[in-house]
């Protein structure tokens, strides 16, 4: 079985089981996300969740998603109006049953599939392991907000490995997006996991250094955090800049949120 496909349910299920029991109302809740609401949130996940099904189905299948995608930016109109037309814009309950329904079968299909299978995508093809794991990755960093908003602190678990092996694969990306010159060496990471394992990439030598907190190195690399509010340990040039541009979500260059504007709110 892929494991990361696992990784991706069970982190899907956590956040659902925190949903399926509040109000139709306290849906509508503004985050500190662009002010999405929880709606906002699980819409846009159960839309993504369903271009990776298709993508995985076949091509044909995928060319006809993306290309209703493209038409609605042709058009000038924006990510959020193809999200509605493409969901029917259903709402509450109606909506959270449909996401679980659908990262169900996500699941399904992508546990028993070659993780190195090649697959469609808005951007480059990718293989099916890093597909799974870009939705792992999304649906951990997005669901943050609705963790903070309702004042809960995020109880981790290893899985959010996938989610430090995205960060560290998409250091050139940084660069890249954010036209800036590709340095010569990754820094050195030195991270603690939420069970207390020592995760370690890239060249220990290197002068460049980042220590801490695996989930604080996840929170940057998602951009739920600026790296200011956190305890990671810095060493080097390389080090700070990475830090404060980091992103391992595709699309234009986006910046951090400011300093002490995205934190868990207490009740």
């Known amino acids: 079985m892929l494991e990361q496909a696992k990784d991706f349910y069970e982190e ?29 949130i699980i819409r846009h996940l159960h839309v993504w969740n369903i271009a990776a099904y298709k993508s995985l189905k076949g091509e044909d299948k995928w060319e006809k998603f993306n290309n209703e995608l493209q038409l609605f930016f042709k058009n000038g109109k924006k990510l959020s109006d193809f999200e509605k037309n493409f969901t029917k814009n259903i709402n509450g309950k109606e909506l959270i049953d449909a996401w679980q329904n659908t990262f169900k079968e996500v699941y ?45 602190i995020r109880k981790n678990k290893d899985r959010i ?78 080090s700070t800049e990475w830090m404060s541009i980091a992103q391992c979500f595709a699309g234009k260059a986006s910046s951090p949120p400011p300093p002490g504007t995205r934190k868990c709110i207490t009740k």
């Not at 220590?211 to 340990?233: H, M, P, W, Y």
């Open 161 to 238: 490995l996938n989610i430090v092996i995205i960060g560290n694969n998409t250091f050139n990306w940084t660069y890249k997006v954010n036209k800036k010159k590709i340095p010569f060496k990754k820094p050195f990471l030195k991270l603690i996991s939420p069970s207390g394992k020592i995760w370690e990439f890239n060249d220990y030598e290197n002068s460049n250094k980042i220590e801490g907190l695996a989930e604080e190195f996840c929170q940057v690399v998602t951009q739920v955090r600026n790296i200011k509010d956190l305890s990671l340990k810095l060493n080097g040039k390389t």
């Open 12 to 40: 899907s299920k956590d956040i659902h089981y925190i949903l399926k029991n509040i109000s139709e109302d306290r849906l509508n809740t503004r985050t500190q996300f662009k002010s999405w609401s929880f709606t906002d």
């Open 108 to 152: 399904e299909i992508f546990r028993k599939e070659d993780a190195k299978k090649r697959v469609k995508w808005v951007g480059p093809d990718m293989s099916v392991i890093s597909s799974i794991s870009a939705r792992h990755m999304e649906t951990w960093a997005h669901s943050q907000a609705i963790y903070d908003t309702l004042g809960k």
